[in-house]
């Protein structure tokens, strides 16, 4: 049965993508032990080498079969193999994508496919089966890697030089270049966006610490815990993580009365705690809400009076309970116990959330429980843009989605050079050009491969009126560029 | 022929230079090393690129004295030779590779870049 046309074009980006990651992958395991690696590479292949019997590439499939030939002895050797080898390795994911790009049906005209394969049966043979190093078993498919950080001020503060210092490092060669590239990569690993993901993974434990505390302290509790999917910062996961941790705790030991308690006031004996995240608009909110005595405003009033940061015929509080209740130190218990008391935690929760840009609110209710809710802005961390390649730039050129294509230039508008204007080349070079404008501007891109559309993932962000970021195309680095901010 | 000093690498013990004429010369060099890899890729597009221009169907890849080059820095060879099998077929121009029987590496590598595209590639020892 021959494939459908949209099938064929489906496997053809899908097995692009495979062989680009397949790629990046290679060059991990060979540069250092990345079992995660090793282990992407050979499912990648083989689901390769599956995917294109299915759709009638059948010299994708032979490449496939004859490049799993290859991985097996490259793991029977831990990875320990020649230039010659990783050579042959890498002509093969290349000769693969040069098969799967050509249009099926059509001759191999120039390809030797016979040829190559017989190329690679050539380094087979040559190749003793003997581990020159030790085969390593697999290991944990999520390997976290501490590094140190700084502050987000800190890290808005040094996003300027790091650029800089990409562009440096790419543009540099032989020993400068390596040094440059070990400065780079300290500071990219200082500074750059490290991406996390929240879901209901993240935050299961703290269920069942509430109801292990709650078992503790002789109360029922029912919580319910709904979070959704979404793409954040480490930074912000590690606020949101906090916030839950502590509000949930204060909920159980604070809020939610004793079943005997309840009972007396008509509430069932198990109190309620709820939890909820998820994306609105352009904000992650989280909400934790309880059913418990509320927060009691008399209390906050008192002790703020007794602390002075209240006067004494200050009556209603309002809305300033909040800002108290937050203050560092502010506590209504008399003693602090192992779980809360010691006026720390609120005050915690809302310097987490304020650092990475979120806000905190709440309203309570005597005798009907507190609600807590975090709005934070979703971070714009994965965008859509134009990719180039620029002769003599030796990292791609991205622009991204607001920029749109167009044929030519307005008659009588200035058309700006790129890459001349950002100094990444001395002159203009030739070549095809193409436009793009913002409505307000056009721009021109001197690139020998038309503009493709690709997802760019923010690598160290920078503020406007910064003309570049860097950012990455899979394992890539490139600079997004701005051009309406060039020359600011 | 013309000297273009733009297309041009030096680096500590690795050289490209470019001729640009009728029949281009690419002279490659000494040990390309990874650190190589995106100053030759920037090279090669940039190359495309005028030979492009000027309508030039040879072009002559002397690595008689290139002694090594490392995969990654290979992949950038491999990479140009995509780029010449995407232009229309009126427009591309073939390459030939003059290499040192002496050296290993560059026998294997060179019979199995040429399997890539053997209308445009020859290799001459």
Redesign the interface.
């Known amino acids: 049965m021959i494939p459908s046309e949209d099938l064929v074009d489906q496997f053809r980006g899908v097995a692009l993508q495979r062989l680009d990651r397949v790629e990046a992958a290679w060059a991990a395991v060979l540069s250092s032990v990345d079992d995660h690696a090793a282990v992407l590479i050979h499912r990648e292949i083989h689901t390769l080498k599956g995917e294109s019997r299915m759709v009638g590439f059948s010299d994708v499939n032979l490449v496939c079969h004859k490049l799993e030939d290859l991985l097996e002895v490259a793991r029977a050797r831990g990875y320990a193999v020649d230039e010659d080898f990783d050579l042959a390795v890498n002509m093969a994911f290349r000769f693969m994508a040069m098969l799967v790009r050509k249009k099926v049906g059509s001759q191999l005209r120039g390809i030797d496919l016979p040829g190559f394969v017989k190329q690679i049966e050539g380094i087979l043979a040559e190749t003793k089966p003997t581990p020159r190093g030790p085969q390593r078993a697999t290991g944990p498919l999520l390997v976290r890697r501490a590094a140190p950080r700084v502050s987000i001020p800190m890290r808005a503060y040094l996003a300027p030089g790091a650029v800089d210092a990409f562009v440096e490092y790419a543009a540099a060669r032989g020993a400068r270049r390596d040094r440059l590239r070990v400065s780079w990569h300290a500071v990219r690993d200082l500074i750059g966006n490290q991406r996390a993901v929240i879901g209901a993974g993240q935050l299961a434990k703290h269920k069942s610490g509430a109801l292990a505390l709650a078992r503790e302290l002789g109360k029922q509790v029912d919580a319910t815990f709904d979070v959704g999917t979404a793409e954040v910062t480490a930074e912000m996961l590690d606020a949101i993580d906090a916030a839950v941790l502590h509000l949930v705790r204060n909920a159980v030991d604070h809020g939610i009365e004793a079943p005997d308690e309840r009972a007396r006031v008509g509430k069932p004996p198990a109190g309620k705690i709820r939890v909820r995240c998820g994306m609105v608009a352009e904000w992650l909110e989280l909400v934790i809400e309880d059913d418990g005595r509320g927060v009691s405003l008399a209390a906050v009033r008192e002790r703020a009076v007794a602390l002075g940061l209240v006067a004494s015929d200050v009556v209603e509080l309002g809305e300033r309970w909040l800002d108290l209740v937050c203050q560092p130190g502010f506590t209504t218990r008399a003693e602090a116990s192992d779980i809360s008391g010691r006026g720390v935690g609120l005050d915690a929760v809302r310097a987490g959330i304020m650092e990475v840009g979120g806000t905190l609110t709440a309203r309570t209710a005597d005798g009907a429980g507190t609600a807590w809710t975090i709005r934070l802005p979703l971070p714009e961390l994965t965008l859509q843009g134009h990719v180039f390649r620029v002769a003599f730039v030796p990292f791609p050129l991205v622009l991204d989605g607001s920029w749109k294509l167009c044929a030519a230039p307005v008659d009588g508008a200035s058309v700006v050079d790129v890459a001349l204007a950002l100094g990444l080349v001395e002159e203009s070079v030739g070549g095809p050009t193409h436009y793009l404008t913002n409505g307000t501007m056009t721009v021109a891109m001197l690139s020998d491969r038309a503009a493709a559309t690709v997802q760019a993932r923010r690598l160290v962000t920078v503020a406007a009126p910064s003309p570049y970021e860097v950012i990455t195309l899979d394992t890539v680095e490139g600079l997004l560029v701005h051009p309406q901010h060039l020359g600011k | 022929m013309v000297w273009e000093p733009?297309l041009a690498?030096r680096?500590?013990d690795?050289e490209a230079a470019v001729e640009l004429g009728p029949r281009a010369l690419l002279r490659l060099g000494g040990n390309a090393d990874s650190?190589?890899c995106?100053?030759l890729?920037?090279?090669l597009?940039?190359l495309?690129?005028?030979l492009?221009?000027a309508g030039t169907r040879d072009v002559v890849v002397d690595i008689r004295t290139l002694e090594?080059m490392?995969?990654?820095c290979?992949?950038t060879l491999?990479?140009w030779l995509?780029?010449i099998?995407e232009l229309p077929p009126d427009e591309r121009y073939r390459v030939q590779f003059e290499s040192n029987i002496a050296i290993p590496?560059q026998r294997?590598?060179l019979?199995?870049?040429?399997?890539?595209?053997?209308?445009?590639v020859t290799v001459e020892t």
């Open positions: 733009s690498i680096d500590l690795f650190a190589i995106d100053p890729a920037a090279l597009t940039g495309h690129a005028r492009r221009a090594f490392t995969a990654s290979f992949n491999v990479a995509a780029l099998t590496w294997r590598s019979q199995t870049l040429a399997c890539f595209a053997t209308d445009l």
